[in-house]
């Protein structure tokens, strides 16, 4: 198995930051429910004003390939596109349990 974990900082105000991390929450936990290797979806919405980062997702998939197969779904492609706008950073990790 393996988890995808990825953090994003997003541009804006306090208020826009929460309005797109809070569509790019519910669409990330919809795709269990599409991509068939996507095992579970877990997505944090920061509440502490003294990070940096606004959203953090923990994805399971079978495959180190799989990751690959989640991320060029059309359906991930489209969540994704939610805050391509106002994207800043992403950081990621994927590893092996």
């Known amino acids: 198995m393996v ?9 804006g105000t306090p208020e826009e930051r929460l309005d797109y991390a809070t569509r790019f929450k519910a669409a990330l936990e919809a795709l269990p429910a599409q991509i068939d290797v996507l095992e579970s979806m877990e997505v944090g919405i920061n509440s502490n004003p003294a990070e940096d980062w606004d959203v953090v997702l923990t994805a399971v ?15 991930h492609v489209a969540a994704a ?12 990790v994927d590893y092996e349990f």
Do not use: N, Q, W
């Open 3 to 11: 988890k995808h974990i990825v953090t994003f900082r997003l541009k």
């Open 61 to 75: 998939v079978p495959t180190m390939a799989d990751v690959s197969v989640y991320a060029t779904h059309p359906a």
């Open 81 to 92: 596109g939610i805050i391509a706008p106002v994207k800043e950073s992403r950081a990621c």
